[in-house]
């Protein structure tokens, strides 16, 4: 079955700075990326997703970058701020499951200094 | 996006209980999920809600420790039965509409089993 792998596990970055979280998948097939955003205390927050058809989608200062190729795809946060400090999850859609069957990376946990 | 309630936000239960979540939504959607999230821990698909019929579990996951109610398109239940310390975890309910991709979730429920 699918699995995701993300990195790193941690990211402590100076505000201004930029972020970049990796992800790798498994299976080829897969064609839809989210990113989610979680706060303490709070639930997952789509920020960002790209499909397999696009290599590149941006939004403000957050950008997701796919190869399919090499099977990962990236999230880049520019201009870091410190409310971008959050657990940030990359996910991959099981090719031909149901809207839910969303696989995990096991997060990364940013931390932009003031 | 549709906005998403759970209920309640967290709970401290003694062993061999039983607890029901409510996750409300103020639109009707097509697609309702239930995830579990251990301390720490990324994401993990225990069942898709059914409207008027059987929700479809996942591997590892099954109907008797997590009975699942789906009445109408904006409202599911979730129960965690026969509690041990092992069900302490964030459940969380997400939501979609079948015309895209996208995946939401509620702000999670804290449970922890004494």
């Known amino acids: 079955g699918e699995n995701v792998e993300q990195h790193p596990s941690t990211l402590s970055v100076q505000e201004g700075d930029s972020a970049v979280i990796k992800c790798t998948y498994s299976d080829s097939a897969s064609n839809y990326f989210p990113w989610y955003k979680q706060e303490l205390g709070k639930g997952p927050q789509l920020i960002i997703d790209i499909r397999s058809n696009v290599g590149e989608k941006k939004d403000q200062r957050i950008a997701v970058t796919l190869n399919k190729t090499a099977k990962h795809f990236s999230l880049h946060i520019t201009e870091t701020q410190p409310e971008d400090s959050a657990v940030y999850f990359c996910?991959?859609?099981?090719?031909?499951?149901?809207?839910?069957?969303?696989?995990f990376g096991k997060g990364t946990k940013l931390s932009v200094k003031p | 996006s549709a906005v998403i309630s759970q209920k309640p936000s967290r709970d401290i239960c003694q062993r061999g209980t039983s607890l029901t979540i409510q996750c409300q939504v103020d639109s009707q959607v097509t697609m309702m999920f239930w995830y579990r999230q251990q301390p720490g821990q990324s994401l993990t698909l225990i069942a898709t809600?059914?409207?008027?019929?059987?929700?479809?579990?996942e591997s590892g996951f099954v109907i008797d420790k997590f009975p699942i109610s789906r009445p109408n398109l904006t409202f599911s239940t979730l129960t965690v039965s026969n509690m041990s310390p092992e069900d302490s975890s964030i459940y969380l309910c997400?939501?979609?509409?079948?015309?895209?991709?996208?995946?939401?979730f509620g702000s999670g429920t804290q449970l922890s089993v004494l």
């Open positions: 996910a991959a859609k099981i090719p031909g499951g149901s809207q839910g069957n969303l696989i």
């Open positions: 997400s939501v979609g509409q079948a015309t895209n991709e996208k995946l939401f």
């Open positions: 809600a059914n409207q008027g019929s059987e929700a479809t579990y």
